[in-house]
Nanobody, 119 residues
Framework: QVQLVESGGGSVQPGGSLRLSCETSGIAFELYAMEWYRQTPGNQRELVARIAIAGSTTYSDSVKGRFTVSRDNDNKSGYLQMSSLKPEDTAVYYC?????????????WGQGTQVTVSS
């Protein structure tokens, strides 16, 4: 059974920091890319950060320079360090583990964790 369990969300003041964790089980994590998405009510999920199998990273323009994505293959976990948080970062954040095989995307989602940035 595949599970992605997120933790680390919460409430923080503008300018603060949070670190999200995504612990996986049931998959060969080292063979999956990890992505972090966020979603606000009435909107589609937005990809904010990605770390590939080899460790290369990409970020959306809205978080570049403030968020850092990382992974620990030994612990089968991914992380999203969020700094200089802004009210517009308020959203439910989801981790996603995915891989391509023979042209098909295989993916699994975490349950989501709420991040609220407010004074």
């Amino acid at each position: 059974q595949v599970q992605l369990v997120e933790s680390g969300g919460g409430s923080v003041q503008p300018g603060g920091s949070l670190r999200l964790s995504c612990e996986t089980s049931g998959i060969a994590f080292e063979l999956y890319a990890m992505e972090w998405y966020r979603q606000t009510p009435g909107n589609q999920r937005e990809l904010v950060a990605r770390i590939a199998i080899a460790g290369s990273t990409t970020y959306s323009d809205s978080v570049k320079g403030r968020f850092t994505v990382s992974r620990d293959n030994d612990n089968k976990s991914g992380y999203l360090q969020m700094s200089s948080l802004k009210p517009e970062d308020t959203a439910v954040y989801y981790c996603n583990a995915n891989k391509l095989r023979l042209g098909k995307r295989y993916e699994y989602w975490g349950q989501g964790t709420q991040v609220t940035v407010s004074s």
